[in-house]
């Protein structure tokens, strides 16, 4: 049995249209270029998306190394996390997820092949047999095959995007628990000092009882604040070990990697601040989460299009194929073949398309408005972030440079009167602990400074919506002279 040139084209024309076409998505770190680029702008630091055991004893050996160094400042701790934070692995494993997608939709289904035949078995047919061969293939899929094509690289940039967002919001949330953990044990340091002061003037109280010199209700005041300022001790020193875990959590360390070392206080205050007169400007153009926005409205828009395109018919198929027929005439054998195409498709009595028509019309206006409050929003928080970082520099300078030198003076005063035997035992302590409170405030203002320092870049370039916390609205910290005496 032979076929003509003719008809051996005819059935091959699916499989030609339906072959496959290699593109970037077929790679192992498709996407990831950008990825590291861009979270390499913003935080300064490098990304590694690890697949392999080559890979991954590389990178354990350079964390291994950046926890040697001591004590761990934010830059180290910012590094290591993004080289060692499995939650950031997993979020790669996502966008080489996405590539894969984008690479399958670059193939058209596959043709159906069906092979038949008749006359076999039955001796009065002997003389006659037919044999069939269809092909059949999605007219429709292939139509759509560049519009589908394009949604599904939309969708991979958008993916691509996602984890850069994951990535820098990473780094943000690791700079932030580094400066709440080296706050908080910089406040277990003040309220130690305060300790040492509450119990002297306890012990004191003691014995100026003994002599009766003092009232027991005067002891128990000085008893119940050397107490309680012994409980909030304990309370500080549990938020500095919870804190350092959340870092630790955050770096992806385990084991003995937790017993890394971190600063006693943070860092003294800049002496000028970042101009950032068009923060607003930066945080437009560079705003990663304000691009995915737009790339869902332009994914939108082109499903929106697929959608108008294929609204009456939803479903096209083209059968190509031969019809083989065997007969025996005169004694002759006589074979005869011819192609055969048959086109198959749904006729759209009940369902016109109307409602998945405006389906996609109410996911494209969706799109439309959320890009459109990402904008005023991205402004709004890039405005709240400077404001933010200029008013609790101001803040904490104020308490560096106002506060604890007065009552740093005070204490002097009172110390120098004391000698002279003009003030009590009790008037000193009572201002050394006020001190030691003032001290406290200037901390949590310089901590609140750091923070919204902190959240400048993901106000710039997304990672994470967290404000600029006030004075008061991050993590209490036990008050010296909240006991009162």
């Known amino acids: 049995m032979t076929l003509s040139l003719k008809n051996a084209a005819l059935l091959m024309l699916p499989i030609i249209l339906g072959g496959c076409i290699s593109t970037e998505y077929a790679k192992r770190d498709a996407g990831f270029e950008t990825v590291a680029n861009t979270a390499g702008a913003a935080t300064a630091k490098h990304a590694v998306w690890i697949q392999n055991k080559l890979q991954a004893q590389a990178v354990s050996d350079e964390v291994k190394g950046l926890i040697g160094k001591r004590p761990l400042d934010a830059e180290t701790a910012v590094q290591i996390a993004l080289l060692n934070n499995k939650g950031l692995q997993a979020a790669y494993a996502d966008l080489g997820d996405s590539a894969a997608d984008a690479w399958q939709s670059t193939m058209l289904i596959n043709p159906k092949v069906s092979i038949g035949t008749s006359g076999l078995g039955a001796p009065e047919l002997e003389a006659f047999k037919t044999i069939e061969g269809m092909i059949a293939t999605n007219i429709l899929a292939l139509a759509t095959h560049k519009k589908n ?4 690289g939309t969708r991979f940039r958008q993916a691509r995007l996602g984890a850069a967002v994951a990535t820098l919001k990473l780094a943000a949330d690791t700079r ?9 044990a910089e406040n277990v340091g003040q309220l130690q000092r305060a300790q040492l002061a509450a119990d002297a003037s306890s012990e004191l109280a003691s014995k100026l009882g003994e002599t009766g010199a003092m009232t027991k209700g005067s002891q128990a005041r000085e008893h119940v604040f050397a107490a309680e300022l012994a409980g909030q001790t304990a309370q500080a ?5 919870l804190s350092k875990e959340e870092l630790a959590r955050l770096m992806g360390l ?10 006693n206080r943070l860092p003294a205050l800049p002496t000028t601040l970042i101009k950032r007169d068009t923060i607003e400007a930066e945080a437009l153009q560079k705003r990663i989460d304000l691009q995915m926005a737009k790339w869902e409205l332009d994914a939108t828009a082109k499903s929106y ?3 108008e395109a294929t609204r009456y018919v939803t479903d096209l198929e083209i059968l190509t194929g031969f019809e083989t027929e065997r007969a025996i005439e005169d004694g002759k054998k006589k074979v005869e073949t011819s192609g055969q195409v048959e086109l198959d498709f749904a006729i759209p009595i009940f369902d016109t398309g109307k409602a998945r028509s405006r389906k996609a019309e109410l996911a ?3 799109a439309a408005n959320q890009l459109a409050e990402k904008a005023v929003n991205v402004r709004s928080e890039a405005r709240s972030a400077y404001e933010a ?4 520099y101001e803040i904490a300078k104020h308490y560096r440079n106002n506060v604890v030198p007065l009552r740093t003076k005070i204490e002097e005063e009172s110390l120098l009167t004391y000698n002279g035997m003009i003030s009590n035992t009790f008037e000193l302590l009572t201002d050394t602990r006020d001190k030691i409170n003032s ?6 203002a310089k901590r609140d400074f750091w923070l919204a320092d902190a959240n400048l870049m993901p106000a710039i370039y997304g990672g994470g919506s967290g404000e600029a916390a006030g004075p008061g609205e991050t993590a209490s910290t036990p008050n010296a002279g909240s006991a009162g005496h």
Do not use: F
């Open 389 to 392: 970082y200029r008013s609790n």
């Open 176 to 184: 932030r628990a580094w400066i709440n953990a080296v706050a908080a």
């Open 237 to 241: 020193r549990l938020a500095a070990r």
């Open 254 to 263: 385990w084991g003995p990697s937790t017993d890394y070392q971190i600063p």
């Open 439 to 444: 001290i406290l405030l200037s901390v949590n």
């Open 364 to 366: 494209y206006m969706r």
């Open 305 to 307: 299009g697929l959608t």
């Open 149 to 152: 094509v394009e949604i599904a």
